[in-house]
């Protein structure tokens, strides 16, 4: 039996007002997807998430 791959896309995190390294992060991730490197906006979406654990 064959299963074809689903796609369960997350939404992209908001980065928290007025924190400089949020903002860096979405900047990365502006910058990836206008140089359509896809594998680089996942990444900058990771660490985005990471950090909103870990400092907010």
Do not use: K
């Amino acid at each position: 039996m064959s299963y074809e791959p689903q796609n369960y896309p997350l939404p992209e995190p908001s980065p928290v007002p007025g924190c400089s390294e949020c903002l860096s992060f979405v900047t990365a991730r502006r910058n990836a997807r206008s140089t359509h490197d896809y594998s680089a906006v996942t990444d900058a979406n990771v660490l985005l998430r990471r950090h909103l654990a870990e400092a907010h």
